[in-house]
């Protein structure tokens, strides 16, 4: 049972997101603190933006930022979008007519029920409660608390 | 999210010879009632025989049947036998190092917990659940209650 890289990702950009508060976060920024494919996060921040998790700002100096507070983006939500249908099994898709026991399938229902209890435990966490405590992971991705950069220390010069 | 094809056929496949009884039935005949191929099931099968839910019957006639009672094969237990990992995403791997915030991961953490959600809605039924009522089931996959052969009903001749 596996999550899309997609939605893995989609998670993950948010989550850089929150921690960068209110600064503006780039593409190449994200995908150099995950070690992630720049291309692969294009279609990924695009579709956040689409489904209204994500703005973007256009120019020099620009990029994204969170559209909603932390606190109202729902886990359980962004992954039913992310994810392309959540059928764990292909009979799940509407109009999938392959297997032959369909139209009295236990098995089925059982699924849906299991499926429903995943999304149920996601719902009761939203991205505010993933970023926390903040520090850790702010340092972990090299995003410095409040968006200050780092006190500048000087190295000693070494005279040949 | 998605089960693995190996999965779906798993139980489907134990369903099959929940509902044949105490008969045995073949890789051909469970092919033909699903319309699925034979080759994947030869795997299916090899691997539920060494899960121990499996027992063959070699030689002329032969083929296999359930080797415990219906009732005490608990669909958890099924799938995480079958599902290669449960892993939802890369870092549930063990040893995975691929994601800059691993150590200090709430996502992650969140996501096995949903995860457990999923097992233990599936650990309440057992394949037992799942064949019943077995007279509609049987009659999808052309098999009949007992085990019995239908009722030869001769057809008329037609004389040219």
Redesign the interface.
Known sequence: ???TVYT?YS??VL?FLALKGDGLATIAEIAK???ISKNHLMKVTHQLGLAGYVEKVRGKGGGMRLSRMAEVIV?GEV?RRT?PD?????CFALGDT????L?????RV??F??????????DG?TLA?????RA??QS??SLRPGGRAPPRIARPVRRA
């Open positions: 049972m596996r999550l893995d998670l993950r989550m603190a995950y070690g886990l992954v994810e959540m059928a764990l099994v292909p392959s297997c032959a026991i139209s009295s399938c236990a098995l059982t699924l029920r299991a499926r429903d209890a995943f999304l149920s435990a996601l966490t409660d993933l970023v926390r405590p850790p992971l972990l991705l």
